[in-house]
């Protein structure tokens, strides 16, 4: 089989030119000064070193755009980062810069320019899912958080690239490639900015995964400050750790969630993905609302520190005294459930968390080794949380599904039919049985490149009367990730966090509707299965650290994360991007 070339589409090839030729137009109105300050460096810049630079006047928020657009211009068609760019995002800056000029600086981010994943609403730049059906669509209200980020300070440079609809569109039988989207195509991670030359997978999907379903890339490869990512079961921890950033899933509805497209309210929650513990802690806190979102009512769940400010959380020594859990069973090591041994780590990877495990020590914290978790070591196949998967592939049709917790086709059908009855009229399709037919209808368009299971199973839900149904897969998950899994663990050996590899500790997280932070440490071997043909040189994959808390523990693990990021500092930048 030929490697099918990857022809970027019209959204792709929009956001490069919209970026170039904003680019163009700037430079072409600017006369070089006589004598011109050194230029700021935005690769790897913190959001504290641009926001030092502007108050000192070094640099305004216009120039720190620009330098950010003339990225996104230079290297935008190696990595499809974005789905669309702000046109106005020059304008917007020289208003900030004016608001400076008089006084009035917004809050942590003012001038600072940001990205967020397309599921989230803008009603100054399209809001499009990934999905044709949405192309150019804008709606008709800003989400609560897209508000509190422009209230701050914030630029929105960019819609940045995602799995079309946080990747409940199209699972087994033909798994959707993390950040593939109909309108983008296939974003590629800077690590190594390779397609798969496999056979069978040679379709222009990346040969180094970018995570899924929200994009790290454009963060990485600094084209914006941060990004702002959707997590339903590790979209924001998985792409994080893929792209060597810190990423932070915050406990359900700490974020409002109005105006987000969801997956299932259950689950969805939104949180900032950046390159340090600093950026992110400062992202989290514009995010959050001062007060219970009226549109969001669970928002009351978490209190807002002081200012909706996380900053004081950064302290370096915070691990000293730190009682930090090691849950050897499945993410350590394989344990052995109804007949079959899951989990377990391979020799490198097993060698380089040993590693972050004596940092942890050396650091001063109380390190609990092993501190299992119930119901991942239960050996009832009934009770253990490793042989509860959610319903999420075609095989899981009704009829099929009695082994799977269905909350997410069931929270699909429920959440995106009411998500599109929000939009009123402007919406381009009515309920998610019309977008179904719309995909089948533009199939010849490259609507529905690897079809739509995840659309079929949850399409066939009734909410009615599948109400009974999810509430008792529920209260089974609320079981075997809460009760007898993050709360039971932290309780018992009265931890603070529990510190996992990888991206592994996002679907407890999630599902327990709980905090997790990734941070960066490491790099594995990218050997997948089947393995790269012979001569193809794969690249190192990114690999960070966990930790997971209780609700609400958002200020611990800031500083626990923190402290572990300032001992270590192991995050390395992509190379080829300066």
């Not at 977008?435 to 399409?459: C, F, P, V």
């Not at 794969?538 to 800031?558: D, K, N, Q």
């Amino acid at each position: 089989m030929k490697s099918t070339p990857h022809v970027p589409s019209r959204a792709a090839m929009s956001g490069v030119l919209a970026a170039g030729v904003v680019v163009a137009g700037a430079l072409s109105g600017c006369r070089a000064p006589s004598s011109a300050p050194e230029p700021f460096d935005v690769v790897e810049a913190s959001i504290p070193e641009m926001r030092a630079a502007m108050e000192s006047g070094r640099l305004t928020s216009r120039q720190l755009v620009m330098e950010h657009l003339a990225r996104i211009a230079r290297y935008e068609w190696q990595l499809t980062a974005a789905v669309s760019i702000n046109p106005n995002a020059l304008e917007e800056a020289e208003a900030l810069d004016s608001e400076r000029a008089a006084g009035n600086v917004r809050g942590p981010l003012h001038g600072i320019p940001v990205a967020l994943k397309d599921n989230i609403h803008t009603t100054h730049i399209p809001t499009t899912g990934g999905s044709l059906a949405f192309e150019g669509y804008t709606p008709p209200y800003e989400a609560t958080l897209t508000a509190n980020l422009r209230e701050a300070g914030a630029i929105i440079i960019a819609k940045a690239g995602l799995t079309e609809f946080a990747n409940f569109m199209a699972g087994p039988p033909n798994q959707m490639p993390g950040n593939y989207n109909a309108l983008t195509g296939y974003g590629l991670n800077p690590y190594d900015p390779r397609r798969d030359p496999r056979e069978d997978r040679n379709d222009g999907r990346p040969a180094l995964t970018t995570g899924g379903s929200s994009s790290g890339i454009g963060t990485a490869a600094s084209f914006w400050a941060a990004n702002v990512g959707t997590d339903t079961g590790g979209s924001i921890i998985s792409p994080s750790n893929a792209n060597m950033l810190v990423g932070i899933r915050p406990t359900i509805a700490r974020v409002s969630r109005w105006g987000v497209a969801p997956v299932t309210l259950d689950h969805d929650m939104a949180g900032p993905m950046a390159r340090t513990v600093t950026d992110a802690a400062i992202m989290l806190g514009a995010m959050e609302g001062a007060a219970p979102d009226p549109e969001d009512q669970a928002t009351g769940r978490c209190e807002a520190p002081p200012g909706r400010d996380y900053t004081p959380f950064l302290n370096a020594d915070g691990l000293e005294g730190a009682r930090i859990g090691i849950p050897r069973a499945f993410y350590y090591e394989p344990v052995e459930v109804g007949g079959r041994s899951v989990g377990g780590l391979d020799e490198e990877a097993a060698a380089l968390m040993a590693e972050a495990v004596a940092v942890l020590e050396a650091e001063g914290a109380i390190v609990v080794d092993p501190a299992q978790i119930p119901s991942f070591v239960d050996p009832d196949p009934e009770a253990n949380f490793n042989t509860w998967p959610l319903c999420i592939g075609g095989h899981q049709a009704k009829g099929s599904d009695e082994g799977c917790a269905v909350n997410f086709k069931y929270g699909m059908k429920r959440d995106f039919d009411a998500w599109l009855a929000s939009l009123g009229p402007s919406a381009p399709v009515q309920t998610l049985t019309e977008l179904r037919e719309w995909n089948l209808a533009h199939r010849d368009a490259g609507s529905m490149k690897y079809e739509q299971s995840r659309y079929d199973i949850s399409d066939e839900m009734d909410v009615e009367a599948d109400r009974a149904r999810n509430a008792a897969d529920m209260a089974k998950d609320s079981l075997l990730s809460q009760a007898r899994g993050i709360d039971a663990v932290l309780e018992e050996y009265e931890l603070d966090a529990i510190f996992t590899p990888g991206s592994r500790g996002a679907g407890l997280a999630a599902r327990a509707q709980y905090p997790h932070i990734v941070v960066p440490f490491g790099f594995v071997a990218n050997e997948p299965t089947p393995p790269f043909p012979e001569g193809f040189d794969a690249r190192p994959a990114p690999f960070g650290v966990g930790f997971t808390g209780s609700a609400c523990s958002e200020p611990r693990l800031i500083e626990l994360a923190y402290a572990f990021e300032q001992a270590t500092r192991r995050r390395v930048p992509p190379g080829g991007f300066r």
